[in-house]
C-alpha cells in the first residue's frame, strides 16, 4: 500500500529503510523522500515507523534468547 503518494513510496520501501538503520522520521525522510512535499503522510509514516522499530526490537530480543539458551 502507498504511504507516500507524493513521492510513490509504499509500506515495503518505508520498513526496508528501517531494517537498514533509519530510527527517526527524519531519517526515513532523507532516505526515501516521505513526508518532504505536502506532510500529510506524516502521521502514518511515524505509526509504521514505531510498529516496524517495535518488531524489529522484539526479534532481536527473541533471537538473543535462542542463542543464549543454545549455548
Not at 1 to 22: P, W
Not at 51 to 57: F, N, P, R
Amino acid at each position: 500500500m502507498y504511504v507516500c503518494l507524493c513521492h510513490g513510496i509504499n509500506e515495503s520501501t518505508l520498513r526496508d529503510a528501517v531494517q537498514k538503520g533509519s530510527r527517526t522520521l527524519r531519517e526515513l525522510s532523507f532516505q526515501t523522500g516521505c513526508g518532504t512535499q505536502c506532510g500529510s503522510c506524516v502521521p502514518q509514516v511515524r505509526e509504521l515507523l514505531s510498529e516496524t522499530l517495535a518488531t524489529s526490537q522484539a526479534n532481536d530480543h527473541v533471537s538473543f534468547l535462542q542463542v543464549a539458551v543454545a549455548s
